[in-house]
């Protein structure tokens, strides 16, 4: 299996499932209970060795994937399921023990000390080993495609299910199709980036480049395979679903699964005036926040920049934020209860690791711990109920193709729930407009759509609507 086309090329419009409409009011859960169902149906049911589908943030891919695996097994029909971290396979082994606890599930893993989540071994129905011999005849084995990269079997399985498969290379899934007759490949395609620590210039537009993904080369290859998507974000909130979607999935739009309204994020301390508190009573309002500093070249880790991050969390803590929505759950025809804006439930996002480092640095400076703080390829998955975002192109003289990564900026944008507050120096709408593209252009490699100059300059047009200027 290899790729033709690039893997944030665009795809032909799933069908079948999930399509929005815009006749009579939205229905989110009917419209993500059809989609499941289609594709349930198509992965059961089907004859193609092959189901895609993609999934926005907070869409349900995980439910989707526990779903899927349980009524599999429960048809009488052994599966493997790959993801691409151990982390990952870890949350999908506790969700199916969670969903089932009797259900058999394996858990195949490497043969280093600490190599799973020690919580599995509190499990009665989930059997933990570094050998395959060891998980013969239970109903669900789980690994990353590392580890099944290396795994030998006599007979494949009639299922598998491929998690996460926007970050996949191909190679990785050449590696592992000999072990599985069909499979259910789902995965985000807005997103970073398959990663490779080596260049792959070499490989554009041919047949066999290996660091293409796993699901543009699967239908590069197979073209009419099903394809389906989950149409309703649950993460995102209303104010933020129309923005990430029109940015960043053109081809596969989205609804937010909530109303205007439905949910809050109120202070219990009111704001001193500074621009940090008007950026946060902005955010608490709109659901979006820019605070943007004096336009200037600075060093990627830029200290007032950093600090400013800071600031704006610690300011979040100390005005006693509340949150409001429909997972916190209330009495029979009374509203939801506010629960406390913990530090935990908050994220900084960067898009380098030595700027991760400095903003941890600066919340000890102010005696913050727990918060997350970490670059996008890492916060990639989670979800928080208000994230701070140190933007990439804040402070530089140049826009390279690393800091343009549409994926790296979708990520940064669709982690949260409630609210979302950028601190960017001024002067980036600009070195966009200075600094074009001079990526080169290779034959048979689909152009990206929509590219990181497109993708900036919408979200920044957005976010100039929620703008706070700040001299610190």
Not at 7 to 16: D, I, N, V, Y
Request: proline fraction near 8%; charged fraction near 20%; glycine fraction near 8%.
């Amino acid at each position: 299996m290899t790729a033709t086309q690039d893997p944030s090329g665009p795809l032909p419009r799933p069908s079948g499932s999930g399509e929005a409409t815009t006749d009579g009011p939205f229905d989110p859960a009917g419209a993500a209970a059809a989609a499941t169902d289609a594709i349930l149906r198509d992965t059961l049911h089907g004859t193609r060795r092959g189901v895609v589908v993609d999934s926005p943030p907070g869409a349900g891919k995980s439910t989707l994937v526990v779903r899927a695996a349980r009524e599999l097994a429960a048809a009488g029909r052994p599966l493997m399921v790959v993801a691409q971290t151990n982390a990952q396979v870890d949350d999908l082994v506790l969700r199916l023990a969670e969903k089932d606890p009797q259900l058999p599930v394996g858990r195949l893993h490497s043969s280093e000390p600490g190599a799973f989540d020690p919580a599995l071994a509190e499990l009665p129905a989930v059997r933990t080993s570094a050998k395959i011999a060891d998980l013969a005849g239970l109903d669900i084995v789980v690994s990353t495609a590392a580890k099944w990269a290396y795994t030998k079997v006599d007979e494949p399985w009639r299922h598998a299910i491929v998690d996460e498969a926007y970050q996949m290379r191909s190679d990785a899934l050449l590696s592992v199709a000999g072990l599985f007759e069909r499979a259910l490949f789902v995965g985000d395609p807005g997103q970073l980036d398959p990663f490779s620590v080596v260049g792959a210039e070499q490989w554009a537009g041919l047949a066999y480049d290996p660091s293409s993904s796993a699901v543009s080369t699967l239908l590069a290859h197979n073209p009419d395979l099903p394809q389906h998507r989950l149409p309703v974000s649950w993460r995102l909130p209303a104010s933020a679903a129309p923005l990430v979607s029109a940015a960043f999935y053109p081809y596969t739009p989205f609804r937010s699964g909530t109303g205007h309204g439905d949910r809050r994020l109120a202070f219990g301390v009111a704001g001193d005036g500074s621009g940090v508190d008007r950026v946060l009573d902005e955010a608490a309002e709109s659901g979006w926040g820019l605070l943007e500093l004096p336009a200037r070249h600075t060093p990627r880790t830029d200290p007032e920049a950093v600090r400013a991050v800071a600031h704006v969390v610690r300011r979040l803590l100390d005005r006693g934020g509340a949150t409001t929505s429909e997972a916190h759950g209330a009495a029979e025809g009374a509203a939801p209860a506010p629960a406390p804006l913990t530090a935990g439930r908050i994220a900084v996002g960067t898009a380098h690791r030595d700027q991760a480092a400095a903003v941890r640095a600066a919340l000890a400076g102010l005696g913050v711990t727990g918060v997350a703080v970490d670059t996008a390829n890492r916060l990639q998955g989670r979800e928080f109920d208000v994230t701070v975002v140190l933007h990439p192109l804040s402070g530089r003289p140049d826009a390279t193709a690393f800091h343009l990564e549409t994926g790296r900026l979708c990520v940064l944008a669709s982690r949260h729930r409630h609210a979302c507050i950028v601190v960017c120096r001024a002067g980036v709408a600009d070195l966009l407009d200075e600094h074009p593209s001079t990526e080169p252009v290779s034959l048979g490699v689909t152009v990206k759509f929509p590219d990181g100059w497109e993708a900036n300059h919408a979200v920044l047009a957005h976010l100039a609507e929620h703008r706070v200027t700040w001299r610190p």
